[in-house]
């Protein structure tokens, strides 16, 4: 039984560039989470994605954006990157309408903005 | 917003011994999950436990809702229990958007 994988582990980019950040969630799943976790902090939600359309957002600038498809993968994608968006991007995945929604990460992308 | 306060925020302990973790919260919540955060940065769900009390092993925690605060216990503790421990708690039962608190850093020597 697959976990949640994401894809690329590490990723150095500039300011101003762009980037896609890819996670397919654990299998049975139909909802991913995406969080930003910057270092020695929490988890900061950045928007959930269920049945391809964005369902709640935490307070992230439009810079960052969405995609989900109908095998329930999903895209983040951050517009003119700025230095503080260098973190550890994790992508979550749960079971909508269970009784007991866990919350189970990938291993996350680490991206770094010089 | 919720707040989301851990204590404490750095602990240290010898291999078998046990110790209790903190959550408080501001606010009334649905959904409460505690994770464990290895050194190499992979978030493991631990509990979805937003009322109640559950264990799996040498771990168990309990949330009284009423109170706002949620306990996690480590017992017996191993080299390999080292990491940060998140409470994480939602409004929502349905797990979206979950407010993390800063964590507890936990380093147990052999």
Known sequence: ?114 | GIQVEQSPPDLILQEGANSTLRCNFSDSVNNLQWFHQNPWGQLINLFYIPSGTKQNGRLSATTVATERYSLLYISSSQTTDSGVYFCAVGRSSNTGKLIFGQGTTLQVKP
């Open chain 1, 1 to 114: 039984d697959a976990g949640v994988t994401q894809s690329p582990t590490h990723l150095i980019k500039t300011r101003g560039q762009q980037v896609t950040l890819r996670c397919s969630p654990k299998s049975g799943h139909d909802t991913v989470s995406w969080y930003q976790q910057a270092l020695g902090q929490g988890p900061q939600f950045i928007f959930q994605y269920y049945e391809e359309e964005e369902r709640q957002r935490g307070n992230f600038p439009d810079r960052f954006s969405g995609h989900q498809f109908p095998n329930y993968s999903s895209e983040l994608n951050v517009n003119a990157l700025l230095l503080g968006d260098s973190a550890l991007y994790l992508c979550a995945s749960s079971e909508r309408g269970t009784a007991s929604e866990k919350l189970f990460f990938g291993s996350g992308t680490q991206l770094s903005v010089l």
